[in-house]
């Protein structure tokens, strides 16, 4: 569920596993195009309304072909979840990796009667290092998902973040360079640059959340 930067990278390393293939669902067809670029075996237009979960998980299984093993909700709201937990075949599991929403109402029971197992995953130090891996052996390839470039002026990021909130055809990935003799200090020598991903909370399901980016970033350089 969901082809914004945690879908799209997903999708990357549900290959890099061995995944033989790969459904992708979103409301943004500019992104879908992105997850298709990027290998997803099928892409799949989806609404924000709840009340097409049960017809779209059809389409979801027909894309599939099979039964569904592994479902990942990259969104985390009420209808990315229930449309993961109702595509997925018994025994399967579903993974939550968007945090969107604190809380969810979605059809738990009957999923745990097929015993469909819930999991997380999250940031945490452990998960690195299998990661870097993946980067420096050129087993997941995650230039494509950078589409825009700015430098660390206060105007450019900025700009960044705008660019980064502006929904639809919005960047979602920014590589933003850092230089030393800016007022943030970064680690490396007098020419390092260091490079920041900038990922906008740009969902269909909150236009509000849209702002938070720079606000946070703001708060957080005291700038
Ligand atoms: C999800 O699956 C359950 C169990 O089959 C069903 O009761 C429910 O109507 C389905 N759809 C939604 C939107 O919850
Ligand atoms: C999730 O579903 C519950 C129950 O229908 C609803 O009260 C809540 O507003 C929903 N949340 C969102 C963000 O749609
Ligand atoms: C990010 O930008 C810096 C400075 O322009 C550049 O050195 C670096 O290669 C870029 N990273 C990627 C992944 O494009």
């Given amino acids: 569920m969901g082809a914004g930067p945690i879908g799209l990278i997903t999708l990357l390393a549900s290959r890099a596993f061995g995944a033989p293939r790969v459904v992708i669902v979103d409301v943004d067809d500019r992104r879908l195009s992105i997850a298709k670029n990027l290998g997803a075996d099928e892409i799949i237009h989806v ?15 027909n894309a599939m072909g099979s039964g569904i093993d592994v479902s990942f909700d990259c969104v985390g709201y009420n209808k990315t979840m229930t449309t993961a937990l109702n595509a997925t075949q018994s025994g399967g599991k579903v993974c939550l990796i968007g945090l969107a929403l604190t809380e969810m109402t979605v059809p738990l029971t009957p999923s745990a009667a097929r015993e469909v197992d819930v999991i997380g995953i999250f940031r945490y130090r452990n998960t690195w290092p299998l990661c870097i891996e993946f980067l420096k052996t050129g087993k997941i390839d995650v230039k494509p998902l ?8 206060q105007e450019e990021v900025e700009q960044a973040f705008e660019t980064s909130a502006g929904g ?13 003799d800016t007022s943030l200090k970064t680690a490396g020598g007098d ?5 920041l991903a900038v990922s906008a909370r740009v969902s269909p399901f909150d236009e509000e959340a849209a702002s938070t980016p720079l606000t946070e970033f703001r708060k957080a350089c005291s700038c």
């Fill in 47 to 61: 609404s924000t309304n709840i009340q097409d979960v049960d017809e779209e998980v059809i389409k979801i299984q």
């Fill in 191 to 195: 020419d390092s640059c260091l490079e």
């Fill in 146 to 153: 950078i589409t825009h470039r700015f430098r660390f002026s």
């Fill in 168 to 180: 639809g055809s919005a960047i979602k990935k920014a590589n933003l360079s850092m230089r030393k």
